[in-house]
């Protein structure tokens, strides 16, 4: 234990699941701390009550047990201000577990607010990528908060003594549990994540124990029909807002994307990752509806935008990425950020055709009422106002500069 200040009530993130549990005894009996337990839901497709019954089964006062519906805001606030931007680390990645972890911090902050809770607690190793996006974090919205990081403080070295401190204090284990699970998932409503064990090789294909395991988001490529559909999506002010013609609120039009996709199996990702803390991984990801909404949002982006916005637009989207997957989301610069992607969303407003088609999604078409698109101008059967002599003073201008160096080196040649 720290030498600190003795902690008085910590908010601890709490799924109901073995570690969570084992780390709630361990704060009440390391710290002697009052532990007030957080659930969220973020749309992970599991049943959140049982964490209720367990956390009272562990001496958690009724008051002390929040368990709370965050899908609307997390598409909302976190996921749909991300796709403004075509957000992908390295190229590929959809920042699906980044994205969920400011919004359970900020819960998190806002309970220990309310409860006058002087610590906060989470589960994440000191290996990974979530210890610093839960901290960096708490530290931007209360600043003096006390962080207690388990895994950074106990001396636990592995699955086996987990296990023993769990009977030990009497902690359920559920069957299959006294083992190291093959690998580890991590889920909400934009994603899923598969990453340990069976997947460290990255020689090694994703075997099925992952692609085709019982609750797997998206079916593979292979299993796909072979009938193509036609998808429609609307869009207002850069956010999804309709599919095929029906309105929808940011939670049931990802729902509705995550079905379309993984019927036809779209969104699996095999993909080996740079850490913030170093290291690579590798992990297997499913977002089928955002690997959608990417497609669609950026076919509605290619009619409406600007080719300067454009290109700033994706010049910013890399740094704009590394910010989130980094957890920097409450940093001025990524709000400056934010800023700049939605001034450059005014217009984006109209409606995408997409085919899905065995793990592939394509643009067939696209409209909108501020399309800068002009079969005037660009048609080779009119000119449409353009001048094509136009281009020749053009060209010259651009390649003055590169005529320059050429005199130059022909000069020196000569003379040489």
């Known amino acids: 234990m720290s030498s600190q200040t003795p902690v008085k009530k910590v908010v601890l993130a709490y799924s109901g699941g073995l570690d969570t549990s084992i780390i709630l005894k361990w704060l009440q009996e390391t710290y ?34 929040f368990i709370d519906d965050l899908r609307e805001e997390f598409v909302r606030d976190y996921v749909f201000p991300m796709f403004r931007a075509n957000a992908v680390y390295e ?40 210890q610093v996006r839960f901290e960096v974090s708490y530290y931007a919205l209360k600043p003096d908060v006390r962080v207690i990081a388990p895994w950074r403080e106990w001396s636990f070295q592995g699955r086996p003594d987990l296990i023993a401190y769990a009977r030990q204090h009497g902690i359920p284990i559920a069957a299959g549990k006294e083992q190291e699970a093959p690998f580890s998932i991590d889920a909400n409503l934009l994603h899923t994540s598969s990453e340990g064990l069976a997947l460290e090789d990255p020689d090694q294909p994703v075997p099925d ?99 300067g916005a454009m290109h700033l637009k994706d010049e910013l989207m890399t740094r704009y990425a590394g910010l989130i997957y980094n957890g920097m989301w409450f940093t001025p610069e990524r709000r400056m950020l934010q800023a700049a992607i939605d001034e450059s969303q005014t217009h984006v407003t109209g409606e995408v055709r997409l085919k899905l088609y065995k793990g592939s999604v394509s643009v067939v078409g696209r409209a909108s009422p501020y399309s800068l698109y002009n ?42």
């Open 32 to 65: 002697g701390c009052e532990v007030v337990t957080f659930t969220a839901d973020l749309g992970q497709g599991e049943e959140l009550e049982p964490a209720r019954a367990k956390a009272l089964a562990m001496g958690v006062q009724p008051d002390n047990i």
């Open 91 to 130: 190229g590929i990645y959809l920042l699906g577990t980044s994205i969920a972890r400011p919004l359970i911090a900020k819960r998190q902050i806002e309970i220990a607010n309310i409860v006058g809770a002087d610590a906060v607690c989470h589960g994440a190793t000191g290996k990974g990528n979530d």
């Open 209 to 307: 124990i992952v692609t085709k395991r019982a609750d797997r988001r998206t079916i593979t490529p292979e299993e796909a029909p072979d009938q193509a559909q036609i998808i429609t999506v609307a869009f207002e002010r850069g956010d999804a807002v309709a599919v095929d013609g029906e309105a929808l609120s940011p939670a049931a039009l990802l729902t509705r994307l995550n079905a379309l996709g993984a019927a036809h199996g779209i969104g699996g990702l095999d993909l080996v990752e740079n850490r913030y803390v170093g290291m690579k991984s590798r992990g297997f990801y499913e977002t089928p509806g955002g690997t959608i909404l990417l497609a669609a949002h950026r076919g509605i982006e290619s009619i409406t935008l600007d080719r």
């Open 375 to 416: 079969k005037e101008l660009v048609g080779f059967d009119a000119a449409g106002g353009y001048n094509q002599a136009d281009a020749e003073g053009f060209i010259k201008l651009n390649a003055l500069r590169l005529r320059i160096a050429a005199w130059r080196d022909q000069k020196i040649g000569r003379n040489g």
